[in-house]
């Protein structure tokens, strides 16, 4: 039996092979996934949720009250103005990426993602039968995508531009300028902007954009696993056009029916609850930073400072060595390698993990003679 010639080209994450590689006793910086426990409002909407015998298929789209208060939400926070009928709630961020390739990528389409970028971008263009094309985001700009960059990449085949900020794996976040300057450029040329804002809370210095404020060309992806600590209830949602929303809900549809319905009942007490949990995790996310930071510095590691989310990139001089001398000490970390074609002398590390498995990782990692 032959697989699918799409297929084929597809790699396995390497930040899940990392992740296949923990021991009991390792310290993992490999996995983008918040160690705080999902706030108990949250943990008691889901149970109330299997009391109440809500266990069934919902509407395709999600229930309508978790559209409304998306709806409100974007409205509030991102000034995107978007009608609960052109929301769609999905299975994740993962998922909603997937129905935005399969919907709008045709086979020979260009596609252009950030490099280094999430790994996700690559296969799920590649699975949709379309060519990813690299931007490469430079540490003399903090690793933000910027219109300069994106405009020499731009072809007659260009379909669509995947951004992502704060990104994932540098911590970069995109300028207002930026944002806009990418949505002229979508509106100019009629591509589509497919904007991956899961980490737009976790941020900390500056301020985040969304680019559906400027350009109806955009479609905004989003989540609740790493603003609320719920990356195991698998929810997300995404946003577009009346036209294009009808699209990808023919991809949901044939492909997942519906999110779970007790996690739409937890994603909608996260919207509806206190969102002070938010400030405290961001809180201690910035001291993690700012310890892992130091201590790459003290060990001669140059690292862009990052402004969102929870991984840093530092340069090293030979990232599969030091990922392998980082394994022999039990520490986790993913090669550059794995996050695109630009980043061979980097290594993501997640400070996702606790201050003091940090503090050990650092004098663990102390010890690998560069």
Known sequence: MEPARRVRP???SGIRKMFELVREDSINLGLGEPDFDTPRHIREAAKNALDDGFTHYTVNKGIIELREAISTKLEEDNKISADPESIIVTVGASEALYMCMQALIDEGDQVLIPDPGFVTYDA???????TPLPVMLKEENEFRMT???VQEKITDKTKAIILNSPSNPTGGVMTKEDVRGLAEIADDQGICLISDEVYEKIIYDKKHYS????????ITINAFSKTYAMTGFRIGYLTASPDISEELLKIH????ACA???SQKAALAALEGPQNVVDEMVGELRRRRDLIVRRLSEMG???VEPQGAFYVFPQTKNSHKFVEEALKRDVVLVPGSSCGIYCQDHVRMSYATSYEEIKEAMDRLEEIDL
């Open 211 to 218: 680019p559906g404020q400027f350009s109806e060309n955009t």
């Open 147 to 149: 219109p300069e960059d």
């Open 301 to 303: 590691l140059f690292c």
């Open 260 to 262: 779970s319905s007790i």
């Open 10 to 12: 597809v790699s396995l």
């Open 253 to 256: 549809q044939y492909n997942t």
């Open 124 to 130: 799920s263009v590649r699975l949709s039968g379309g």
